[in-house]
Structure formats: C-alpha cells, structure tokens
C-alpha cells in the first residue's frame, strides 16, 4: 500500500506547455523529497522541502509543500524534452533516513 | 565526487538460481539502503544499515534474500533461490547521517534483473 499517491500516473504534453504533478498522503512528513528517474537510470534528488508551505524554484521548476506538511505539488513551466521522466516523490518520517516512496508520475514531453 | 556505484547493470538467470549486487556508496555516507522497483511503481525499501548494522530490514524476504555490509562500506545483496517475481530494478541508495541530511539520499544506477 502506497502512502504517498501521485497524480496523474502519466502526462504526454508538447514542448512549451506548462504541467502540475501531485503528492499527496494522510500523513506528516519532516521532509519531502522529488527525484527524477530516466530510463535505465537511479533516481535523480532535484530537491528537498522541510518547512509547512515553503516554496522553491529550480530554473523552470516550481515544488510547494503543503502547510501541513502532507502533501506537495512540482509544476513545470514551459516544458522541454530534457523534462522527459519519472517525477517520484518521497517523504521522510524521521531523522533516521527512512523514505516513503509514491509510485510516480510518467512525464513525456514531446517536441 | 564519485557517485554510487553498483555491478552488474544487467542480469539474466533462471528461477531457482542464485544472483548476488554489488554496491559502492559515496565515500562519508554511513547509511546505505537497498530498494526492489517492479516496473511502474516506486522504489520498495528492502533494508538499511546504518554503518555495517541494520536499521530497517522488515520488507526483506528472508527465506531467499540476504544482504551484508561487513566494513560499513561495500554492501552485497543476495538472492537464492530466485523467484519469477523478484523480476525488478534494485537499487542501492547512501546518504549522510545526521537531521541536517533531511533524509537526502542518493542512488546508484541499479541491477536490472530478469528471472525467466
């Protein structure tokens, strides 16, 4: 049983457009975590959110976290080909390293 | 800095063989983790060991997995006897110790391993 639930499963949008992907849970995290994952490839941390309502940007970018520290949102502006993966997100129970992982969103730009 | 490492890439064996992963994490993390990723789903911790001890070890299968990390370094992951399920991506994954590492973690490139 996954805890953490991304949506949607899968996006195919054209280079240009802009897209929102969802983690959300019932539960509080200390952390939430985004990684991309291409093909035949680990994953990849593209950032880390800590704080209730924090936002932070990365180039085209965009993670929120939640005030409530369950759930969180990654938006992607003027999407590239380069964006094409697997978005994962993961969130962190303690300090003891321990992740949750959702079951990730497949992003597929076309040009 | 070197990233984590992990051998083989690939892997074919057939059921009720044996298969062991290697794994190298970057040099400083003590804890390093070990995740089965069934294609289209996330990563499933399978265990952590936090210097050559383990933390989390409750989604191993026992009776056919295995994994060490002697040193607190090199960690190696064993499967016998293989199972038509056990079909998957494992990673391996280290991070830093500590509440400022955020549970940061960092993986390899992972084992592909087909069991026919």
């Known amino acids: 049983t996954q805890l953490l639930e991304q949506s949607p499963q899968f996006l195919s949008i054209q280079e240009g457009e802009n897209l929102t992907v969802y983690c959300n849970s019932s539960s509080v995290f200390s952390s939430l975590q985004w990684y991309r994952q291409e093909p035949g490839e680990g994953p990849v941390l593209l950032v880390t959110?800590?704080?209730?309502?924090e936002v932070k940007k990365l180039k085209r970018l965009t993670f929120q976290f939640g005030d409530a520290r369950k759930d969180s949102s990654l938006h992607i502006t003027a999407a590239q080909t380069g964006d094409t993966g697997l978005y994962l997100c993961a969130g962190g129970f303690s300090s003891w390293g321990k992740l949750q992982f959702g079951a990730g969103t497949q992003v597929v730009v076309t040009p | 800095e070197a990233g984590v490492a992990q051998s083989p890439r690939y892997k074919i064996i057939e059921k009720r063989q044996s298969v062991a992963f290697w794994c190298n994490p970057i040099?400083?993390?003590?804890?390093l983790y070990w995740y089965q990723q069934i294609l289209g789903q996330g990563p499933k911790l399978l265990i952590q060991?936090?210097?050559?001890?383990?933390?989390?070890d409750s989604q191993l299968p026992k009776d056919r997995f295995s994994a060490e990390r002697l040193k607190g370094v090199d960690s190696t992951l064993k499967i016998q006897p293989a199972k038509l399920e056990d079909s998957a991506v494992y990673l391996c994954?280290?991070?830093?110790?500590?509440?400022?590492?955020?549970?940061?973690?960092?993986f390899g490139p992972g084992t592909r391993l087909t069991v026919l």
């Open positions: 060991f936090q210097n050559n001890g383990v933390v989390d």
């Open positions: 994954a280290s991070s830093r110790l500590g509440l400022e590492s955020h549970n940061e973690q960092f």
């Open positions: 040099s400083g993390h003590a804890t």
């Open positions: 959110v800590v704080t209730g309502g």
